[in-house]
């Protein structure tokens, strides 16, 4: 059973940092494309960004490019998102995803993906 846990969400200024974590378990982190998306109430759930199983590829929405990486530690089964120079407009739940398929590109929508975790609560302050 795969499941996938969230933490490192919080109250922070805007201009600040923020390192989400994503701790997985029931499958290996390096053997899977992985994603983070986030919703702010009343919006859709967003794509932030996401890294392939192999070669780990990272691919990032716009609106977050050059702010925000993804990482992963295959020992500690965890995955990574470091979010630097935070708007109020990152305001959202941040969740992380795993999919089922071995792809060698970023997979970006949601209905890619078969394993969610409940999400962090990020809120940047202006």
């Known amino acids: 059973q795969v499941q996938l846990v969230e933490s490192g969400g919080g109250l922070v200024h805007a201009g600040g940092s923020l390192t989400l974590s994503c701790e997985v378990s029931g499958r290996s982190v390096s053997n899977s494309n992985m994603g983070w998306f986030r919703q702010a109430p009343g919006q859709e759930r967003e794509f932030v960004g996401g890294i392939t199983w192999f070669g780990g590829i990272t691919m990032y929405a716009d609106s977050v490019k050059g702010r925000f990486t993804i990482f992963r530690d295959s020992a500690k089964k965890t995955l990574y998102l470091r979010m630097d120079s935070l708007k109020p407009e990152d305001t959202a739940v941040y969740s992380c995803?795993?999919?089922?398929?071995?792809?060698?590109?970023?997979?970006?929508?949601?209905?890619?993906?078969?394993?969610w975790g409940s999400g962090t609560q990020v809120t940047v302050s202006s």
């Open positions: 995803a795993a999919s089922n398929l071995h792809r060698t590109m970023v997979l970006t929508t949601p209905r890619e993906y078969d394993y």
